[in-house]
């Protein structure tokens, strides 16, 4: 004897209701009906049933939100004159869909079609979910990426906090991004902020806000970024490099919910979910006493960890292709290729600022190229490749002699800021070199000097 099938039917009209209901119980099935998706959650487990039928157009929401929350396979019914939309639902999962107003035949046939597709993968039909990507352009098969997946979409399914630890360039803002877009506070924008970005002394009425009179130059009340966070997502990047009095405020919005504006005796309430990310070893930082032992555990609830690009094998030249593509479409230029010691090269480097230094490298390949291929030159790389860190010397040798030694331009960098950074600031010492702020930033990530905190007397 064969098992009935049970189905779900989620549609707010009464009528296409109850036709649904009469034409699949004709066929045996066990039908049980919800009017939307609130409906559905609240009064079945939507995974044990074979299919679910839905609407697209439900009174809370959209049919498709069904596809995030189950495994059971969704079919899709939609207007034709959404049908654009319909084709969209087939990208983001949905099993199947069908044109209203639809024809027996077609549901009969669909219905069928996706039990026995379900019972072919042996009950585990669950659309590649852990291949899927959870943001649209993330790119990423390897199994460590897999894992990363998988976990971003169950921790979006939470309020907790995360934090995100990765190399510079390996993609945390986006996986931070993916986290808030992925949860039911993704309505309101994600709030970002950078702590390295941010200059000491402003970081904590940037962050909490300020009253009137509270320092020399605060003319007005002013309402923080953890405040205009509230129903949504906070990301602070580089959460590191907070200095200790912002870390124990912050502490305190995590553990008691509240806030308190810097020269303020009054707590507001706020419901942030804090999303943190690093490059640093956050342990190692409260080994140092750079970190909040407190805040640490607070923080570290969940982790997210991001592979360096060097691991994630062929995950590289996949990521290269569709960022060389990108790149073309993006600056308008002819369809380009790699040579074959272009993707030797790709695969053999190490590439120390990951994504993002890949990006950088297809992007002024595709600027210098003459031609239709890009060969390893123009990516220039190799050099790079093979240079080993070394040890800043404390001989007192000139940098220009330095740099004609043959140093690489990261070991000439190194070695400038290392040299200077205890009488120039930020701004001088990028003057210096002849970058921007943020590119002298963005290079500290890369090679790994991040700014000093100011060491407190
Ligand atoms: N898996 C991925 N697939 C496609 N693009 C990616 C992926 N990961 C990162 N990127 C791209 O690489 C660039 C860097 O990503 P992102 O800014 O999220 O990294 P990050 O870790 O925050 O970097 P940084 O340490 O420099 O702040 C972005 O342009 C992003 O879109
Ligand atoms: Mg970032």
């Given at each position: 004897m064969i098992a009935t099938k049970d189905i779900l039917v989620v549609e707010a009209d009464e009528v296409t209701r109850n036709a649904l209901k009469l034409l699949l119980?004709?066929?045996?099935?066990s039908v049980n009906e919800a009017r939307s998706i609130k409906e559905s959650l609240e009064k079945y487990d939507v995974d044990?049933?074979?299919?679910?039928?839905?609407?697209?157009?439900?009174?809370?929401?959209?049919?498709?939100?069904?596809?995030?929350?189950?495994?059971?396979p969704v079919l899709i019914m939609t207007r034709y004159s959404s049908i654009r939309s319909a084709i969209d639902t087939i990208k983001m999962g949905a099993a199947d869909y069908i044109a209203k107003p639809f024809d027996n035949n077609e549901i009969i046939e669909a219905v069928v079609r996706l039990i026995s597709e379900k019972e072919n993968k042996k009950g585990s039909f669950n659309r590649n979910e852990d291949q899927e990507p959870p943001v649209q352009g993330m790119v990423g098969r390897c199994p460590q990426m897999m894992e990363l997946f998988r976990r971003i979409r169950k921790v979006a399914q939470t309020s907790s906090t995360a934090l995100v630890n990765g190399e510079s360039g390996t993609g945390k803002e986006?996986?931070?991004?993916?986290?808030?877009?992925?949860?039911?506070?993704?309505?309101?924008?994600?709030?970002?902020?950078?702590?390295?970005?941010?200059?000491e002394n402003l970081i904590e009425s940037e962050l909490f806000g300020h009253e009137k009179g509270a320092f020399t130059g605060a003319t007005a009340t002013r309402t923080g970024l953890v405040e205009a966070a509230h129903g949504s997502t906070l990301?602070?990047?580089?959460?590191?490099?907070?200095?200790?009095?912002?870390?124990?405020?912050?502490?305190?919005?995590?553990?008691?919910?509240?806030?308190?504006?810097?020269?303020?005796?009054?707590?507001?309430?706020?419901?942030?979910?804090?999303?943190a990310a690093t490059h640093r070893d956050l342990k190692q930082l409260v080994i140092d006493g750079d970190f909040r032992e407190d805040l640490y555990y607070r923080i570290n609830v969940m982790t997210l960890l991001i592979p360096p690009l060097r691991d994630r094998g062929n995950d590289i030249l996949e990521l290269a292709e569709i960022k060389l593509k990108r790149t073309c479409s993006r600056l308008e230029a002819p369809t380009l290729n790699f040579s074959e010691g272009a993707n030797t090269a790709i695969i053999s480097y190490s590439w120390p600022g990951n994504v993002?230094?890949?990006?950088?490298?297809?992007?002024?390949?595709?600027?210098?190229?003459?031609?239709?291929e890009i060969?390893?030159?123009?990516?220039?790389?190799?050099?790079?490749?093979?240079?080993?860190?070394?040890?800043?010397?404390?001989?007192?040798?000139s940098l220009n002699e330095n740099y004609n030694e043959g140093l690489s331009l990261q070991e000439y960098f190194q070695r400038f800021v290392l040299e200077h950074q205890g009488f120039l600031n930020e701004t001088q010492l990028a003057e210096k070199l002849g970058i921007s702020r943020k590119c002298l930033w963005e290079r500290r990530q890369k090679f790994g000097i991040p700014r000093k905190k100011k060491e407190s007397a």
């Open positions: 119980a004709q066929y045996k099935y044990s049933f074979d299919v679910i039928v839905s609407d697209l157009n439900l009174p809370d929401g959209l049919g498709t939100d069904l596809i995030k929350i189950t495994n059971t986006l996986v931070a991004k993916a986290i808030h877009d992925l949860s039911t506070r993704k309505k309101q924008e994600m709030i970002s902020v950078n702590c390295a970005a941010i200059p990301f602070l990047d580089e959460i590191g490099e907070l200095p200790l009095e912002a870390q124990a405020r912050l502490l305190r919005v995590l553990q008691e919910n509240e806030i308190r504006k810097v020269g303020s005796v009054q707590s507001t309430k706020v419901d942030v979910r804090l999303v993002r230094e890949l990006e950088n490298a297809i992007e002024r390949a595709v600027v210098l190229v003459e031609g239709s060969g390893e030159e123009l990516l220039a790389i190799e050099a790079e490749s093979t240079i080993e860190v070394r040890e800043s010397s404390s001989e007192t040798t």
